[in-house]
Antibody, heavy 112, light 112 residues
Framework: QVKLLQSGAALVKPGASVKMSCKAS????????VSWVKQSHGKSLEWIGE????????NFNEKFKGKATLTVDKSTSTAYMELSRLTSEDSAIYYC?????WGQGVMVTVSS | DVVLTQTPPTLSATIGQSVSISCRSS???????????LHWLLQRPGQSPQLLIY???RLESGVPNRFSGSGSGTDFTLKISGVEAEDLGVYYC?????????FGGGTKLELK
């Protein structure tokens, strides 16, 4: 069955970067776009961007350009998102999703 | 960006009651290819979102048929015909017709 398994929670200092992973299984990884979504505490959802594993093509929400970098490793069917220059506003849960399937989320806490 | 406005923000229901959630878009979600990329998600407490309905009215595999979606253009509705305890959580509409994807603010379904 389709699964998206995300990496564990992260506690990072302001100004630092964090890289999280999303390992896909149960389907052909290169056939589907993978999106990343942010959910700030108690709030709604924001689409960050997407990547097509087959080509590495990406599309971003303008709000997250320069903040998020999306990559993939086709050999391990894993998508990655790196967030840079972190501030308290980046503290949130981050999900990867194929649209119909969602990962379990990664909680990122930015604190000194 | 497209703004999706969900009403009501909170919905109190008894088991067995039928309820509806509205999602109104700031612009038409009819894509030039003829599809309308309006979908509904449920996020149960402490869980990731899950897809319930896609393309306005298509039921995702495994989702009970007490859920139904309707609408066109800018006005959409999710109906639950006979609420069950497992339906409690926050419902989101999401559009993928216009970049970037955007989400409604959510409707929290709770027990009366």
């Amino acid at each position: 069955q389709v699964k998206l398994l995300q990496s564990g929670a992260a506690l990072v200092k302001p100004g630092a970067s964090v890289k999280m992973s999303c390992k896909a299984s149960g389907y052909t990884f290169t056939d589907y776009w993978v999106s990343w979504v942010k959910q700030s505490h108690g709030k709604s959802l924001e689409w960050i961007g997407e990547i097509y594993p087959n080509s590495g093509a990406t599309n971003f929400n303008e709000k997250f350009k320069g903040k998020a970098t999306l990559t993939v490793d086709k050999s391990t069917s894993t998508a990655y998102m790196e967030l840079s220059r972190l501030t308290s506003e980046d503290s949130a849960i981050y999900y990867c999703t194929r649209g119909d399937y969602w990962g379990q989320g990664v909680m990122v806490t930015v604190s000194s | 960006d497209v703004v999706l406005t969900q009403t009501p923000p909170t919905l109190s229901a008894t088991i067995g009651q039928s309820v509806s959630i509205s999602c109104r878009s700031s612009q038409s979600l009819l894509h030039s290819n003829g599809n309308t990329y309006l979908h509904w998600l449920l996020q149960r407490p402490g869980q990731s979102p899950q897809l319930l309905i896609y393309l306005v009215s298509r039921l995702e595999s495994g989702v009970p048929n007490r859920f139904s979606g309707s609408g066109s253009g800018t006005d959409f509705t999710l109906k639950i015909s006979g609420v069950e305890a497992e339906d409690l959580g926050v419902y989101y509409c999401v559009q993928g017709t216009h970049a970037p994807w955007t989400f409604g603010g959510g409707t929290k379904l709770e027990l009366k």
